[in-house]
């Protein structure tokens, strides 16, 4: 069960709830998230906020509930999918709301996204790089190098663009705070790298000492020096002959880019030393452009070897790099034996906000009995796919489907039911750390019952928690499919769907 689910499920029960079990309903929430300190560090929070004022949760669900709560549901709607790619892959990114929250009271009808937002992953905030920039030596080239770097991956990443004079007041903006977050790491990084480059000290303030901190490196090579040479644009055949002829190595230099297109493709035709010019020459725009990479890597093996670096003739200054500055960058960059970090964030937090949405989408309420069907059916036909495939995840799906065949009990469904779960499974050969999973996922059974759900209700829960596949690395997302993708897509996208629909329902 994702953060979120849960914070929905505990969200829904207090507004359903009889005036005479909110606070106790409250003390489980508050004994698990903090619902007065937004943003506390160290801690899991709940609140409300609509554009730039916030509150506390128990404050907004107060205030819901003063307005007489008619009715409380929850329904699929992916408002914020990504157009790239379907709503299963999209799932990987963390905080993308696929849930929506309506309230209808004797007022108005409400309706919420839960927006999540995470602490910073270390503790150099924006203002201290400031004042860390304003502490070198040459501060207005350490200036101008942030705003390149700052421009740069805003213009790949469409966010603002602004004047390099303009930087510190940026970074103190909330879209500022946002980027700083993705590229601190590497701006202290460079920061450093100019001060190798140009032969200055990096100096750190005595009051920041303690949000950096040096790691041990002694196990690579300290002493290898690497080369560098790439191309920085189209090259022509003539330039790159003109380049390899340039370089001290002779005949050695296409012997050694034989010996490197044989390494990483082994039926790759070998050419004579001799014949390479011509063979170049003769080559489409595309095929070369295949060449010039392991061509420069090859003469970067040779100058390692002999302890010198490529020779750029003036005339492909334009054509090839790097130039000596670069190359310094370029070398610096790959010895971090005494290179600065910055020091992780020591209390993250999270935060979870409802947010109000304008122009919710239409939504008829579906039967529970029918997401249900419809969410058994999607399993059954990914259980399918998955055996036909031998997929890992097949074991996981058939678990499933034997949970939503269980019978419900009279009362609620709990720990005792998932024990009986893994009884069967255990007596059908499962494998003991799948059967041991399962008995650790009691926990979402029991928490359901300490809320008063019914056994339909938590069984559920349970299935909706091993259903939820879709992720990152190691998910089924991520799983190689030779064949028949179109199949994998389609069940894929069904399961996911039925899954936050019937999800919403239980909501």
Request: with cysteine.
């Amino acid at each position: 069960m994702k953060r979120t689910d849960h914070i929905l499920a505990l969200t829904t029960t207090l507004l359903r709830a009889p005036e005479a079990d909110v606070d106790r309903l409250l003390a489980i929430v508050e004994n698990l998230y903090s619902l007065q300190a937004l943003r506390k560090p160290g801690a899991v929070s709940i609140g409300f906020e609509q554009g730039d004022t916030e509150e506390p949760f128990t404050t907004w669900l107060r205030r819901l509930r003063s307005e007489q709560i008619q009715r409380v549901h929850v329904s699929y709607h992916a408002f914020d999918e990504r157009e790239d790619m379907p709503a299963h892959m999209a799932a990987a990114f963390a905080g993308t709301p696929d849930l929506l929250l309506r309230v209808k009271t004797a007022q108005q009808i409400h309706a919420y996204a839960l927006t999540t937002y995470f602490g910073p992953q270390y503790e150099l905030t924006p203002q201290q790089f400031i004042t860390l920039l304003d502490s070198q030596a040459d501060k207005a080239h350490h200036w101008d190098r942030a705003a390149e770097l700052i421009l740069e991956s805003n213009g790949m990443n469409n966010h603002s663009l602004f004047e390099p004079e303009e930087t510190a007041e940026y970074l103190l903006s909330p879209e500022g705070h946002h980027v700083f977050e993705q590229l601190a790491p590497d701006l202290v990084k460079e920061l450093q790298i100019e001060c190798t480059v140009r032969q200055q000290p990096f100096i750190i303030p005595d009051d920041l000492q303690s949000l950096f901190v040096k790691y041990d490196y002694s196990f690579f090579d300290e002493d290898r020096e690497y080369v560098y040479l790439y191309p920085l644009g189209d090259v022509s055949a003539q330039e790159v002959i003109d380049l390899v002829n340039a370089q001290p190595f002779g005949l050695l230099t296409w012997e050694t880019l034989n010996a490197s297109l044989q390494e990483y493709d082994p039926t790759a035709a070998i050419v004579e030393p001799e014949r390479w010019e011509q063979k170049l020459r003769a080559m489409s725009d595309e095929d070369l452009e295949q060449i010039v990479t392991p061509l420069c890597r090859a003469i970067c093996t040779l100058c390692e070897a002999g302890g010198v670096k490529p020779v750029i003739p003036e005339a492909l200054s334009e054509s090839f790099g790097p130039d000596e500055e670069e190359q310094k960058r370029a070398a610096a960059r790959s010895n971090d034996k005494d290179r600065w970090n910055l020091q992780s964030t020591q209390n993250p937090w999270e935060h979870y906000a409802f947010r109000p949405v304008e122009n919710a989408p239409a939504f008829t309420a579906a039967a529970l009995a029918d997401t249900e069907k419809t969410f058994v059916q999607a399993l059954e036909a990914i259980h399918q796919f998955a055996t036909r495939i031998d997929s890992p995840f097949q074991d996981l799906f058939r678990i499933n489907l034997r949970l939503m065949q269980m019978p419900l009990p009279a009362g609620s469904f709990g720990v005792a039911q998932v024990e009986q779960l893994a009884g069967q499974l255990s007596q059908a050969e499962f494998p003991q750390e799948v059967v041991e999973s399962v008995r650790l996922s009691a926990w979402v059974v029991a928490f359901c019952t300490e809320l008063s759900w019914d056994a339909a209700r938590s069984r559920g829960m349970l299935a909706v928690k091993f259903a939820d596949v879709f992720g990152g690395m190691g998910s089924w997302n991520d799983q190689y499919i030779e064949e028949d993708h179109e199949t994998f897509q389609k069940v894929s996208s069904e399961l996911f769907e039925a899954l936050k629909r019937y999800l919403a329902s239980l909501l």
